[in-house]
């Protein structure tokens, strides 16, 4: 197959982004470079090759980058963006997730696997109340390697339970990657989104659940049970009930809002960061210290997310204008296989590119140019709406492997800067892998059985 000048540009553009993402310069600059790098070379250097058509480009053109930011800093559902980072970096701060490793530790010690599901437990409560990775991972590191490691669990199981535990909240709404999602995906709204995500997550967690039983039963010397485990008793299950309260409250008064229709996910973000900081009020957690930091915080992590969005914005104007999105949509139409084979081939794009990008850059570039022609293909669901929150659940259960397989695993370099000396890169290595295969198995189910996706919407919206 012979390429045009323009798709050579188009994957030229694209391989010289991923190619930039190792000099270690910030994302933001990175899109923002090759955009106007290569619409200057289609405007000054190579213009008689791309002057026939739609393709003829003219420097100036980049103006319209800026009407398209605006529309950003206009979009209302962005705005639960900075809400839903300050209810988790306030909840972190609450102290509510040392009552639940402290109860939970009581009832479920002397079960197999006991510490490890105690640790899943507490991260599908924190999961459900933040959406925060790092402030996921690193607060079940503090609070429960080193109680698994005392209690003679391997490192490697450890650091594997930890890491992928972690990463629920990226997954089981509300989460910031489905507010993305759902932005950048034509005819998917955030609460559909977050319905349809909310099963899926939940059952990844009980996957987890099962398998660290299982380890507990088949392999007692990497999860034995604590020497000093002592007998259930009444006072427990009180004092769980009462650690479990607080968080149930704040995800019925955030997701309950939503899927009863009361809030739409913005307003719904506001109360979850106005009943965050009740909660740590609640905990004598609240200070003058405690609000800047996490107020700056959420600034830096918005400014951040932001920025990327900017840079995205203009390196998908710059793509598009040179053809880039229906060089996409003919490669991917003209793969000799199947609708089903041509989705299964992106997924497996989307894995692979998990290796090496954030799920930020994969959400603001690679899913809209995909989303057309899956919205196309006979697959899944018969409704195209349906269809549409199905695949994009199958993304977001994806991009969860892409915080742990190397070398861009975040949920691995937060686990390493808070872990013991003990806990090695090559234990946390070997420990994500039975969990990464895990989160594929529970993307294979999605997959075969989308009812797990589009049940709950389509309860709520009568479709």
């Given at each position: 197959m012979t390429l045009e000048f323009n798709e050579i540009l188009c994957i030229a553009m694209f391989a010289g982004f991923i190619a930039l993402l190792f000099t270690g310069?910030?994302?933001?600059?990175?899109?923002?470079?090759?955009s106007l790098v290569t619409a200057t070379a289609a405007a000054f250097i190579f213009p008689e090759q791309l002057a026939d058509g739609f393709y003829g480009m003219a420097f100036s053109d980049l103006g319209a980058v800026v009407p398209r930011i605006w529309t950003i800093m206009q979009n209302w559902v962005l705005v639960a963006l900075p809400m839903f980072v300050f209810m988790g970096l306030m909840l972190d701060r609450s102290g509510i997730a040392g009552d639940l490793m402290e109860n939970f530790v009581k009832v479920l010690g002397r079960a197999p696997g006991g510490l490890a599901v105690t640790v899943a437990v507490i991260g599908l409560l924190l999961a459900a109340s933040t959406g925060i990775i790092g402030a996921s991972v690193v607060l079940l590191a503090l609070l429960g390697l080193p109680a698994m490691l005392k209690s003679g669990y391997s490192p490697v199981f450890a650091s594997g339970t930890i890491s992928a535990v972690g990463t629920l909240g990226i997954l089981i709404p509300p989460s910031i990657m489905l507010v993305l999602m759902a932005d950048r995906t034509p005819g998917v709204d955030a609460g559909g989104l977050f319905m349809g995500a909310l099963i899926p997550g939940v059952l990844l967690g009980i996957i987890y659940i099962v398998y660290m039983v299982v380890v507990g039963i088949v392999s007692p010397s990497s999860a034995?049970?604590?020497?000093?485990?002592?007998?259930l008793q009444l006072g427990d299950l009180?004092?769980?009930?009462?650690a479990v309260l607080p968080p149930a409250l704040l995800i019925l008064a955030v997701l309950g809002s939503i899927f009863a229709g009361i809030a739409t996910p913005t307003e719904a973000a506001g109360v979850g960061a106005f009943g965050a900081t009740l909660l740590a009020l609640a905990h004598r957690k609240l200070s003058t210290p405690v609000v800047r930091e996490v107020c700056l915080q959420t600034t830096r992590t918005t400014a951040?997310?932001?920025a990327i969005f900017i840079g995205a914005t203009a390196f998908s104007f710059v793509f598009q204008a040179l053809g880039g999105e229906e060089f996409i949509h003919h490669g991917l139409k003209s793969l000799p296989f199947t609708d089903h084979g041509i989705l299964i081939a992106v997924l497996a794009l989307i894995f692979i590119l998990g290796f090496f990008l954030d799920w930020i850059e994969i959400t603001l570039i690679v899913l809209p140019l995909v989303a057309p022609v899956v919205a196309g293909l006979d697959v899944g669901p018969a409704d195209t709406g349906a269809r549409m929150i199905w695949f994009v659940v199958l993304v977001a259960v994806c991009l969860q492997t892409s915080f742990l397989t190397p070398p861009v695993g975040f949920a691995l370099f937060y686990l390493k800067g808070v872990?013991?000396?003990?806990?090695?890169v090559t234990h946390i290595y070997k420990g994500v892998v039975p969990f990464i295969l895990l989160q594929l198995s529970g993307l294979a189910l999605v997959y075969l059985f989308p009812m797990l996706a589009t049940w709950l919407p389509e309860v709520a919206y009568g479709r």
């Amino acid at each position: 197959m012979t390429l045009e000048f323009n798709e050579i540009l188009c994957i030229a553009m694209f391989a010289g982004f991923i190619a930039l993402l190792f000099t270690g310069f910030p994302v933001a600059w990175v899109l923002g470079g090759v955009s106007l790098v290569t619409a200057t070379a289609a405007a000054f250097i190579f213009p008689e090759q791309l002057a026939d058509g739609f393709y003829g480009m003219a420097f100036s053109d980049l103006g319209a980058v800026v009407p398209r930011i605006w529309t950003i800093m206009q979009n209302w559902v962005l705005v639960a963006l900075p809400m839903f980072v300050f209810m988790g970096l306030m909840l972190d701060r609450s102290g509510i997730a040392g009552d639940l490793m402290e109860n939970f530790v009581k009832v479920l010690g002397r079960a197999p696997g006991g510490l490890a599901v105690t640790v899943a437990v507490i991260g599908l409560l924190l999961a459900a109340s933040t959406g925060i990775i790092g402030a996921s991972v690193v607060l079940l590191a503090l609070l429960g390697l080193p109680a698994m490691l005392k209690s003679g669990y391997s490192p490697v199981f450890a650091s594997g339970t930890i890491s992928a535990v972690g990463t629920l909240g990226i997954l089981i709404p509300p989460s910031i990657m489905l507010v993305l999602m759902a932005d950048r995906t034509p005819g998917v709204d955030a609460g559909g989104l977050f319905m349809g995500a909310l099963i899926p997550g939940v059952l990844l967690g009980i996957i987890y659940i099962v398998y660290m039983v299982v380890v507990g039963i088949v392999s007692p010397s990497s999860a034995p049970v604590p020497r000093d485990a002592r007998r259930l008793q009444l006072g427990d299950l009180v004092g769980v009930f009462r650690a479990v309260l607080p968080p149930a409250l704040l995800i019925l008064a955030v997701l309950g809002s939503i899927f009863a229709g009361i809030a739409t996910p913005t307003e719904a973000a506001g109360v979850g960061a106005f009943g965050a900081t009740l909660l740590a009020l609640a905990h004598r957690k609240l200070s003058t210290p405690v609000v800047r930091e996490v107020c700056l915080q959420t600034t830096r992590t918005t400014a951040f997310i932001f920025a990327i969005f900017i840079g995205a914005t203009a390196f998908s104007f710059v793509f598009q204008a040179l053809g880039g999105e229906e060089f996409i949509h003919h490669g991917l139409k003209s793969l000799p296989f199947t609708d089903h084979g041509i989705l299964i081939a992106v997924l497996a794009l989307i894995f692979i590119l998990g290796f090496f990008l954030d799920w930020i850059e994969i959400t603001l570039i690679v899913l809209p140019l995909v989303a057309p022609v899956v919205a196309g293909l006979d697959v899944g669901p018969a409704d195209t709406g349906a269809r549409m929150i199905w695949f994009v659940v199958l993304v977001a259960v994806c991009l969860q492997t892409s915080f742990l397989t190397p070398p861009v695993g975040f949920a691995l370099f937060y686990l390493k800067g808070v872990a013991p000396s003990g806990v090695t890169v090559t234990h946390i290595y070997k420990g994500v892998v039975p969990f990464i295969l895990l989160q594929l198995s529970g993307l294979a189910l999605v997959y075969l059985f989308p009812m797990l996706a589009t049940w709950l919407p389509e309860v709520a919206y009568g479709r």
